[in-house]
T-cell receptor, first 114, second 114 residues
Framework: DAGVTQSPTHLIKTRGQQVTLRCSPK?????VSWYQQALGQGPQFIFQ???????QRGNFPDRFSGHQFPNYSSELNVNALLLGDSALYLC?????????????FGPGTRLTVT | GQQVMQIPQYQHVQEGEDFTTYCNSS?????IQWYKQRPGGHPVFLIQ?????EVKKQKRLTFQFGEAKKNSSLHITATQTTDVGTYFC??????????????FGQGTTLQVKP
């Protein structure tokens, strides 16, 4: 049973560039959430996708956008990268749209903005 | 905005000693989840508490959810070196818009001296 997978594992970008991160949820899961984890901090909720729609959003600017595909996989796009966007980006999948479900996290994508 | 505070930030214990981390929310929660993140790894789900005053045990780990559903604790009895890592609490929010958004605490990093 494949868990949550993310690609790429590491990425280096320059300020002002755009980046796309990808996530495949755990088999049987239909909900994908994205988190940003800065060094030494807890994960910060970016947004959640269910049925190909953004269902909930955290306090992140519009530069952060996402998409969910019919197979439940998801992408996180960040435009006009800033140095402060350097972080570990975690994707988490769960089995339903409501908050009662545990989140299965992927290994993350380490983004470095120079 | 909603906040989840976690203390202490760091804890160093001798192997065999007990360990406790505390979590406090600025708002009433629908549920609280606990995760463990090993160095260089991703958060791994430990448990979810839903009911007011709920207590759950997993071997040497005891989890509590406060009566007001605004605080929680994780207690580890007789720590082992395998317990090393950062423990996060994550609160699920109440409300019709609750679609799984989790607010993570800053985490407590546990070091165990053999």
């Amino acid at each position: 049973d494949a868990g949550v997978t993310q690609s790429p594992t590491h990425l280096i970008k320059t300020r002002g560039q755009q980046v796309t991160l990808r996530c495949s949820p755990k088999s049987g899961h239909d909900t994908v959430s994205w988190y940003q984890q800065a060094l030494g901090q807890g994960p910060q909720f970016i947004f959640q996708y269910y049925e190909e729609e953004e269902r909930q959003r955290g306090n992140f600017p519009d530069r952060f956008s996402g998409h969910q595909f019919p197979n439940y996989s998801s992408e996180l796009n960040v435009n006009a990268l800033l140095l402060g966007d350097s972080a570990l980006y975690l994707c988490a999948s769960s089995g339903g749209p409501r908050g009662a479900y545990e989140q299965y996290f992927g290994p993350g994508t380490r983004l470095t903005v120079t | 905005g909603q906040q989840v505070m976690q203390i202490p930030q760091y804890q160093h214990v001798q192997e065999g000693e007990d360990f406790t981390t505390y979590c406090n929310s600025s708002t009433t929660l629908s549920n609280i989840q606990w995760y463990k993140q090993r160095p260089g790894g991703h958060p791994v789900f430990l448990i979810q508490l839903v009911k007011s005053g709920e207590v759950k045990k997993q071997k040497r780990l005891t989890f509590q959810f406060g009566e007001a559903k605004k605080n929680s604790s994780l207690h580890i009895t007789a720590t082992q070196t395998t317990d090393v890592g950062t423990y996060f609490c994550a609160g699920g929010l109440i409300g019709s818009s609750n679609t799984g958004k989790l607010i993570f605490g800053q985490g407590t990093t546990l070091q165990v001296k053999p």
